[in-house]
């Protein structure tokens, strides 16, 4: 089923705002009439590499001016990522958002002061079995303890890893990664390509059962995190701590590993190079990320500044 980025409404515009103690003003109800069509986004959650911003890249201002103007109307923009806390961190400063930002795809929520407001650390004994058999099977992996990047060697996975997300790791060797245990968000093997990547998370579901859940963030990437962690989770946590209806929240993103955000959100956008997974559950689509398709989803959908061409 083909699916299209809705275009401006033409109508008059009325919006109701609402407060939160604790935040301010957390949300604007856009009533846009078109044959008694009306949509209320209070929350928009992005993903960052393909959506916000070009893997490796800075914000291209045109998003962050569109996030701005969003913030300004009264909606609340924040961030669900796969990302470190500390490599998110800068992007959330880059479009001033202060509100928590989901990193580790669900494990860790944390404002951009700091305030920690959700944890899900994999268990230590955990953490040692998996690097045990990643090491057995030859796979590279890596871990994120107390938000620092751990490395066994400092391959071309690492460097281009470090280069990609803007953060240098500690090599460690693979015993030190065995002892690299507390405050694990995550873990992440990197492959050559996507059918291994699927094959290595197949064999990690399987061999780890119910202690973990092994998931496909892009091609080469599969992470390893607690069962239950989710964008889709650190969304309906976020929403409930802001006191935020499940409906009137949009998501917006473009892989593997937003797929259960975009499910679970109220509305949901594909980027228009998502993959085809992505634009399958999607509400709408917008442009592609290098054609700023981000900016065009805020301003046509959220806030209904579009125009019927």
Not at 282 to 296: L, S
Request: charged share 25%.
């Amino acid at each position: 089923m083909e699916k299209e980025i809705s275009k401006a409404y033409p109508c008059s515009l009325h919006c109701i705002l609402h407060f939160w103690p604790d935040v301010g003003i957390i949300g604007i109800d856009y009533f846009h009439y078109e044959g008694g069509t009306t949509m209320t986004v209070k929350l928009f959650v992005t993903d960052l590499d393909g959506t916000l911003l070009p893997s490796g890249k800075d914000v291209p201002q045109e998003n962050i001016e569109a996030v701005q103007e969003a913030v300004r109307a009264g909606v609340i923009v924040t961030i669900a990522t796969g990302r470190m806390y500390r490599a998110a961190l800068p992007v959330a400063k880059a479009l001033g958002v202060d509100v928590p930002i989901i990193t580790y795809n669900g494990a860790l929520i944390k404002s951009t002061q700091g305030k920690v407001y959700h944890t899900s650390y994999l268990k230590p004994e955990v953490i040692r079995q998996v690097v045990d058999f990643c090491q057995q099977q030859g796979w590279y992996l890596q871990s994120y303890s107390r938000d620092e990047l751990w490395v066994p060697v400092h391959d071309e996975h690492a460097q281009h890893y470090e280069q990609e997300q803007k953060v240098t790791g500690h090599v460690v060797g693979w015993d030190g990664l065995r002892e690299q245990t507390q405050e694990v968000c995550k873990l992440l093997t990197i492959s050559e390509d996507g059918e291994e990547t699927n094959r290595r998370l197949a064999i990690l579901n399987e061999r780890f059962g119910s202690e973990i859940v092994a998931m496909q963030s892009n091609a080469r990437y599969g992470e390893i995190v607690n069962p239950g962690v989710s964008k889709a989770e650190g969304l309906r946590r976020l929403a409930e701590k802001l006191g935020i209806a499940i409906e009137d929240t949009m998501a917006i993103g473009d892989s593997y590993n937003d797929l259960p955000m975009l499910k679970a959100a109220g509305h949901s956008v594909a980027m228009g190079n998502a993959v085809p997974e992505v634009k399958e559950v999607c509400n709408y689509e917008t442009g592609r990320c290098e054609d700023f398709g981000f900016a065009q989803a805020i301003r046509e959908l959220v806030l209904g500044g579009g125009s019927d061409e």
